[in-house]
């Protein structure tokens, strides 16, 4: 660990790392990584030498988060010396990227919110739903106002919610609720 150092932008043409971790997903970071340590090793801390530091390309936060729970050693796979700046720079933003999408049915039906939330995935944080209401399940609509989001909500039978956005229009449905 202190043979790495963080991208603050010594890497001539590349810029220092763009991402910040704050607050609650900090600590679930860091609650994640106390978790399950082992998974450390399935993602390495992809790194460059430059003027005889390893400097980080992709893991800036787990990095972070290691030195702040003490970990000595850090899985680490070094780029080849010749890799030229303009991948240095895709690598670090393309890790970062999420290129795929939850499905949200998928998500409501199969998987435990409560494990999710602990895995360190916001699970309802986006709809504005929360899974611990009690809603009343007479067919009605409730407004923007009473959650305080730009999302419709369906209340129908007791099979569960229906959630438009109004932004594309795509409605998600959560079920067994």
């Known amino acids: 660990m202190t043979e790495i150092t963080s991208n603050s932008g010594q890497i001539i043409g590349l810029p220092k790392n763009p991402r910040v971790i704050r607050d609650e997903k900090y600590l679930k970071l860091l609650g994640s990584i106390q978790a399950d340590p082992e998974m ?17 390309i992709c893991g800036n936060m787990r990095f972070k988060a290691m030195q702040e729970l003490g970990i000595k050693k850090a899985p680490i ?15 670090a933003i393309k890790d970062n990227v999420n290129y795929g999408q939850w499905d949200w049915d998928d998500l409501a039906n199969e998987w435990k ?19 611990n209401m009690n809603p009343d399940f007479s067919s009605r609509e409730v407004s923007d106002d ?8 369906r209340v129908g039978t007791q099979e569960g919610i229906e959630v438009v956005c109004p932004h594309c229009g795509e409605t998600f449905r959560y079920e067994g609720l």
């Not at 796979?77 to 690598?91: C, G, M, N, Q, S």
């Not at 919110?113 to 899974?131: I, K, N, R, S, Y």
């Not at 009473?146 to 909500?153: A, G, M, N, P, V």
Request: net charge negative.
């Open 113 to 131: 919110p409560e494990e999710l939330a602990e895995w360190g995935m916001d699970v309802w944080q986006d709809t504005g739903f929360d899974p």
């Open 40 to 56: 450390l090793d399935l993602r390495e801390i992809v790194v460059k030498e430059h003027q005889g530091e390893h400097v980080i």
């Open 146 to 153: 009473e959650f305080d989001r730009d999302l419709k909500y």
């Open 77 to 91: 796979k070094i780029l080849p010396e010749e890799t030229p700046v303009d991948k240095l720079r895709a690598f």
